[in-house]
């Protein structure tokens, strides 16, 4: 399976299509931080349900043994990792991957705001069915 859930796959158009808003406003250049706060904005403009900085607890063997902190978790649905950096690694897929196993979730975003254009090296999906465990 390519996809998610439809539903799922709209609200990551919608979005992408957010991310682009803000890249569009912004450019490339800013800390990451800037981006998630624009990017927040953003979400709420188009009535996109959003939290951010969500933690959750990393188990082994049923304990929690530490807290990571998603950027953004959408509508409980979807996975969103905030990045300026030259391009997105190996690294950052796996920490999406496992932020998906965690949550029990189907399909993460990595955005890159450090590109030239959206459209190229941008967005990074990630799809936790296409991954073996």
Request: charged share 25%; aromatic share 6%.
């Amino acid at each position: 399976m390519l996809e998610a859930s439809r539903d799922v796959e709209e609200l990551a158009y919608r979005v992408i299509g957010a991310a682009i808003e803000v890249h569009r406003h912004l450019g490339p250049g800013f800390l990451e931080s800037a981006y998630e706060e624009a990017f927040a904005v953003e979400l709420g403009l188009q009535r996109i349900g959003f939290r951010r900085q969500h933690q959750m607890d990393v188990r082994y063997k049923g304990r929690a043994v530490a807290t990571n902190r998603l950027d953004l978790l959408i509508e409980d649905k979807l996975v969103v990792e905030i990045k300026a950096i030259e391009s997105i690694a190996a690294v950052h897929v796996a920490q999406t991957l496992s932020y998906l196993s965690a949550c029990g979730l189907e399909l993460g975003l990595i955005i890159n705001f450090n590109v030239p254009s959206m459209n190229e090296r941008g967005v990074r999906r990630v799809i936790r069915s296409i991954y073996p465990e």
